[in-house]
């Protein structure tokens, strides 16, 4: 069955870079979620989309934005990226935003800026 | 959105039933509770979901007592590969929109 497609897998950038990862969902998917995941710490949630359009915010740094596009694809793009960076990024999906269905996640872009 | 506590981490050896109990107190009437597996450098996994009594599927069983602010996943018969962190999700509406949000999960880890 086909699943979420993040790209790239892994990327390397230079301090105040800009970097951008992509996410595809699974097919019929209308809600995306984006999260970064540090070294050791636990996903914090930056970003959410719905039909296109952002249904809720987390904890994303004013450098970084998202959009979701009219094939459902979802873009988050980092800029004057720093060191803190450093990451794992996830992204999952989901049917619709209702309460019991379950998210499917990516297997993840691993970020590193050096 | 209901805060979650759980064990930062447990032990266990292969072959026992692993229990992670989950505490939300102020969970709302219409939250629904999820708990996920995340492997090392991977996304996280759906294990299971409920909103009251008992839910079973093949991997995990989800226990939620009538008043609802805490809940247990238990493992049956844990091997070397379900050494992962769990984490307990409550999801709900706030302010017209949803959330998926993570907090502290449990490491579990099983010993041979």
């Known amino acids: 069955a086909a699943g979420v497609i993040q790209s790239p897998r892994h990327l390397i950038k230079e301090k105040r870079e800009t970097a951008t990862l992509k996410c595809y969902p699974i097919?019929?998917?209308?809600?995306v979620y984006w999260y970064q995941q540090g070294p050791g710490q636990d996903p914090q949630f930056l970003i959410s989309f719905y039909e296109k359009m952002q249904s809720d915010k987390g904890s994303i740094p004013d450098r970084f934005s998202a959009q979701q596009f009219s094939d459902y694809h979802s873009e988050l793009n980092m800029s004057s990226l720093e060191l803190g960076d450093s990451a794992l990024y996830f992204c999952?999906?989901?049917?619709?935003?209702?309460?019991?269905?379950?998210?499917?996640f990516g297997q993840g872009t691993r970020l590193t800026v050096v | 959105l209901a805060k979650t506590t759980q064990p930062i981490s447990m032990d266990s050896y292969e072959g026992q039933e692993v229990n992670i109990t989950c505490s939300h107190n102020?969970?709302?009437?219409?939250?629904?509770i999820t708990w996920y597996q995340q492997f090392p450098s991977q996304g996280p996994r759906f294990i299971i979901q409920?909103?009251?009594t008992k839910v079973t599927n093949e991997v995990a069983s989800l226990f939620i007592p009538a008043d609802r602010k805490s809940s247990t996943l238990s493992l049956p018969r844990v091997s070397l590969s379900d050494t992962a962190v769990y984490y307990c999700l409550v999801e709900g509406a706030g302010a017209g929109s949803y959330q998926l949000t993570f907090g502290k999960g449990t490491k579990l880890s099983v010993i041979p």
């Open positions: 102020n969970i709302a009437t219409n939250d629904y």
């Open positions: 999952a999906s989901r049917p619709s935003p209702s309460l019991n269905t379950e998210a499917f």
């Open positions: 097919p019929r998917h209308d809600t």
């Open positions: 409920g909103y009251k």
